[in-house]
């Protein structure tokens, strides 16, 4: 069932036991198999059907350090959440992601990745993939990995249906959760928030916050503050160490075969560090995407030339009238090293129209980082040469130490 407002699914005295917060992949994902368990279950999803730029301004908040993207467009308020917007890159995560590494401290999950595996052939159901083929080692360091790109599923439109007929999932839009209520043992309630107005409270056996990174930590800092500690009563970690994917064009390359590596739909091929090349550099993951650009003829020799001659090359184009790039271009995002000073804080200046605090991200890139990104390229560089596929030349501004640009990708709008 889908309500568009509170007061119908009142009207409705339907009872949940479980109480979901939000209605993007995750919401969605255990809505639906807490549904097919006979398990009665509330979606409540600030967002209405569609976008909104009154709800979307709820989203509105600052960020303190790195530049940013705006956290009103990182993320979306409508059913189906983020998946709105979401380009479809899938992959699954190298057992080394969930490990710790001796040389970034707080690094590691509780779990690992084989608590995963056994969901993997769900996963690829509800994203419509194929299966992925195993990762080709190019070197002892280097690996050619496979990202599949979706048909970018969008949650609120693929399962709307489903849901709607469903008996056991009421879907309720346009209700915003405001703060969660607790005794320091467990969510007792949430207050709720509605056509512009307080909308009472709403209780369940179980809550399930599936707000997505940035407002599961606002809610919940909001919640303890309000509750002295009783929504999560262990808050030291909270809103803290949040990450993203820094992605930025890090260098070019002149591949000696542009059939050396199947590319996709889009002439991209992805490369990744063996897990023994990580220990011995002691660098964070990392994924070079490969974009390939072959050019025939006189665009092609001007193409390799921006890799070797940028000058020459320059004038060559002109000359020609050629606007040409070198022949692979070379972006890299990678693993973000655990900070504690990475966090999400309550705005003290600012709050939405329903008095919750607004976000004030405090977001910086770390050295490991950059070491990554630099050793990630040279690692890459040298396995090209060794194996005789090709040469990388790395970008000026990262050779050189100077700032990452600002007029780039940044990141993977987390």
Known sequence: MIFDSYEAFRAANFT???????????????????????????????????????SQDFYRG???????????????????????????WCRVLDSQDFEPKAWAPDTGWPIS????????????DILELPDFRPDVPISDDIRWVQLIKSPAVRF?????????????????????????????????????????????????????????????????????QRSNGGVVPKATALGRYWMEHPTFEGGNA??????????????????????????????????????????????SVIADLACTAPEMAEWVSYQLSQNLRCAAQLYVAWEQAPLASNQIRLSKADVDPAGVPRIELHWKKSELERRTLLEGLRLFGKTLVRKDLGRVRVADWLASGGDYPTNEELAGHH
């Open 62 to 88: 600052v960020t303190v350090g790195d530049p940013y993207f705006d956290l009103d467009i990182t993320r979306l308020r409508f059913m189906g959440g983020s998946s709105n917007h979401w380009a479809g």
């Open 156 to 224: 609120g439109e693929k399962f709307a249906d489903e849901l709607d007929r469903s008996r056991n999932v009421a879907v309720v839009l346009s209700t915003y959760a405001t703060e969660l209520t607790g005794d320091g043992k467990r969510v007792t309630g949430a207050k709720l928030w509605s056509n512009g107005q307080d909308a009472g409270s709403f209780t369940a056996d179980y809550f399930v916050v599936c707000t997505g990174g940035l407002e599961n930590s606002r809610l919940l800092l909001w919640s303890n």
């Open 113 to 124: 990745r084989a608590d995963i595996e056994p969901y993997l052939p769900e996963v690829q």
């Open 16 to 54: 949940a036991k479980v109480c979901i917060l939000g209605s993007g992949p995750a919401g969605t994902t255990i809505a639906r198999k807490l549904g097919a368990a006979g398990i009665p279950v509330v979606v409540l999803e600030a967002g209405s059907r569609e976008f909104g730029d009154d």
């Open 254 to 299: 002149i591949l000696a075969d542009y059939s050396a590596f199947e590319v996709d739909a889009t002439n991209e091929a992805f490369f990744s560090p063996t897990l023994a090349a990580m220990e011995r550099l002691e660098i964070m993951n990392f994924g070079i995407r490969l974009i390939e650009t072959p050019y025939p003829g006189i665009k």
